[in-house]
């Protein structure tokens, strides 16, 4: 089994910072990609930042330029560095890890999410 933890969603005003982490554990052999997604009004999750394993990135638009992703792949973790908060930044954020098991089954695998909450 894989399990991702989230830690660092909050409350902050606009203008200011937050630094998410998520943190993959279990039975893994190897992780590709990972990436941050946020749920929007509609309760669609959209994709945020992606990062492959050789470190490449991409943003969506709305975020270029205020969010940086980054790894550790030796502590399986993927961090999201969030500056310049808007108020339309404010969701639940959820991580997601594309996984190798030990046993060799591959999948793709959620955090339980982190809320953000930008105010005025």
């Known amino acids: 089994q894989v399990q991702l933890v989230e830690s660092g969603g909050g409350l902050v005003q606009t203008g200011g910072s937050l630094r998410l982490s998520c943190a993959a554990s279990?039975?893994?052999?190897?992780?590709?990609?990972m990436g941050w997604y946020r749920q929007t009004p509609e309760n669609q999750r959209v994709l945020v930042a992606h990062i492959t394993s050789g470190d490449r990135t991409n943003y969506s638009d709305s975020v270029k330029g205020r969010f940086t992703i980054s790894r550790d792949n030796a502590k399986n973790t993927v961090y999201l560095q969030m500056n310049s908060l808007k108020l339309e930044d404010t969701a639940v954020y959820y991580c997601?890890?594309?996984?190798?098991?030990?046993?060799?089954?591959?999948?793709?695998?959620w955090g339980q999410g982190t809320q953000v909450t930008v105010s005025s």
């Open positions: 997601a890890a594309a996984v190798t098991t030990r046993g060799g089954g591959k999948g793709d695998y």
């Open positions: 279990g039975s893994i052999f190897s992780i590709s990609a």
